[in-house]
């Protein structure tokens, strides 16, 4: 029995997908089978009870799993300490972002790490929020980077800083003219929004709703490239963080105009899961993208 097949055993029983226990270890989906089927052999037990319909852990599954989760959690200590008294930092930190932050937020700080660190490798998955948070919970990833974190009990929030939303409008917009605004004044104005799903477009919805400002929305999006393309065209005005627009602004395809009296911003997090044991690499990580 080795260290690697208690971690595929325990990522099969926390995603309960054995195609998504392959793909987190890089293994094929038969590989996965035969290692359970190694273990039950191991320990003369039945582990899984397999059904087409639902994915359900035995008793022995259910305490393998509990005692195999102390003994990773162990490995993965020791390692990171023996790294420590090294002072090595290396390996592969696998992160999954929202787009905004990804395409700007994240650059400068994974520049200044992969500078300071050129031996850790950093893989970047470009994902909608609800799969981040997915990503997390079934360690396909590391580390999750979030906007308007949720809270959970089985994750550790590492606040980093927020951003301003700011109304963006085509330049020849009459409200382009201003350098801000009420919000009430977008009431009744065509709108280009993100998606209902997406926390941004939650935190817009309740502030409009607060205010008793209504909009029409004229198109959805689940990223802020579309956003902005929507509204580089005149298909309607915006509410995005002030962050993603800074090379429109300047080119003056964008016109943005600040929003008076109404606080109006947007909290980053990184998000793990909160038994994992943080290897050096990504306590570093941590530290550069808090700064």
């Known amino acids: 029995m080795q260290i690697d097949s208690l971690k595929v055993y325990c990522d099969l029983a926390e995603t309960e997908s054995f195609t998504k226990a392959a793909q987190v270890n890089n293994v094929t989906q038969?590989?996965?089978?035969?290692?359970?089927?190694?273990?039950?052999?191991?320990?003369?037990?039945?582990?899984?009870?397999?059904?087409?319909?639902?994915?359900?852990?035995?008793?022995?599954?259910?305490?393998l799993y509990a005692y195999s989760k102390q003994i990773i959690q162990t490995y993965d200590s020791l390692q990171n300490r023996l790294q420590e008294i090294k002072d090595i930092i290396s390996g592969t930190i696998r992160v999954a972002t929202i787009y905004s932050i990804g395409l700007h937020d994240l650059p400068p700080y994974l520049k200044k790490f992969l500078k300071t660190y050129p031996t850790v490798n950093v893989h970047v998955e470009y994902r909608r929020a609800n799969q981040v948070y997915e990503d997390v919970m079934g360690n396909v990833v590391d580390l999750g980077l979030v906007a308007y974190p949720a809270r959970d009990s089985k994750l550790e929030l590492v606040p980093l800083r927020k951003d301003n939303l700011v109304l963006i409008c085509h330049p020849s917009h009459p409200l382009a003219k201003s350098k801000s605004i009420k919000l009430s004044q977008l009431a009744g104005r065509k709108f280009v929004s993100f998606e209902p799903d997406i926390p941004t477009r939650k935190a817009i919805d309740k502030v409009l709703k607060d205010h008793n400002v209504s909009v029409e929305i004229v198109m959805e999006f689940d990223n802020i490239e579309t956003v902005k393309r929507a509204v580089e065209i005149d298909a309607g005005i915006s509410l995005v963080p002030q962050g993603t627009i800074l090379q429109e602004v300047a080119k003056q395809t964008l016109a943005e105009v600040r929003i008076e009296g109404v606080?109006?911003?947007?909290p980053l997090a990184a998000v793990y899961k909160k038994n994992k044991v943080l290897s050096p690499a990504m306590k570093q990580f941590l530290a550069i993208l808090k700064t």
């Open 263 to 266: 606080d109006m911003v947007r």
């Open 30 to 63: 038969s590989a996965v089978s035969q290692q359970i089927s190694s273990l039950e052999r191991q320990f003369n037990s039945l582990l899984i009870e397999r059904s087409k319909k639902k994915f359900r852990l035995t008793r022995e599954g259910q305490v």
